[in-house]
């Protein structure tokens, strides 16, 4: 991982995206809460290795992704090997066997880009893996089921691109982890293999609160009802479930006794988002209760009420 100015790697994006696709492409991640919190980073760098492109809508995402894909290769962007993918995958390679888009630019290995795109559809809960075929080989682009939160009325940029708002990022990793899983980063975390990936998402939830809360104390309380507009149009059907689950991880990750859990949140915040304000883990821990306070609580309530 390697601290990265945000406006300076969002520039190196657009310029090398084809300028049909920009329209196309939402960052989501660290990198794109680095830049919609620029001022209260005051211009100072956050720590990533990735910086993850979400293709949307999903039925431009295919053809998006395969002209991304080999405008970045025929620029010399090159292909970010993993233990599991040495190489692109062939016509041959199973769906579920193929690496995903993930480029360095040249010369600068240590950080790259990733190509995913939103579900088909509010009722596919599962990941799924949709083939991208290019002349430099077969890739798979992958989507998850909360990124369709991600493209809800993205920040644009003046570069072309658009960012994700980072309170529909919050939801989605708030969302995506009701529970610490024990599965790790398959690459590791700065140094550490032993991070859960629970750990790392909810993390980012926590240093995106306390980002948003140097920047307007009660930042927080406006994030409810946003919440619930964004989970009745998303998800229409099961909004109030979601609603009233929407807290749980983070309530574990808080009342872990011996903070190893904290503690590993804390790791990945310290040297990530907030690699350039390091919190102590007092303030981590003061920063999920007002999440709880002013914006999972109130949406709970909404949840709760019938209409």
Known sequence: MRLVD?????????????????KHVIIIGSLAAGYYYRDQLKGMAVRTKDADCLLSPRVAAL????????????????????KGHKVPGTEDTPDAELPAVRLSPPGKIEWFIEL???????????????????KYGDFVLPSFRFLS???LDPVATEMGISIARPEMMALANLLEH????TDTMSGGFADRMDIKRSNKDLG?????ARLAMGRDEDALQSWPALWKTALQDRFPDEWRV????????????????????????LYTCANGLLASKKPTLTQLRITGGRLL???????????????
């Open 6 to 22: 945000p406006a300076v790697a969002l520039q190196e994006i657009a310029d090398a995206v084809p300028t049909a696709c920009r």
């Open 63 to 82: 053809k998006a992704g395969i002209a991304i894909a080999e405008e970045l290769r025929d620029a010399g962007w090159e292909f970010k090997k993993t």
């Open 116 to 134: 995913l795109t939103v579900p088909e559809s509010p009722g596919d809960r599962g990941p799924r893996w949709t083939r991208l075929k290019t």
């Open 149 to 151: 939160l991600a493209n």
């Open 178 to 181: 009701p529970e610490i899983k």
């Open 204 to 208: 980012r939830v926590l240093a995106i």
């Open 242 to 265: 979601l609603a009233g689950r929407a807290g749980q991880g983070l309530r574990v990750l808080l009342a872990n006794e011996q903070e190893q859990d904290l503690e590993q949140a």
């Open 293 to 307: 306070q002013d914006a999972i609580k109130p949406l709970e309530a909404e949840a709760r009420k019938r209409a």
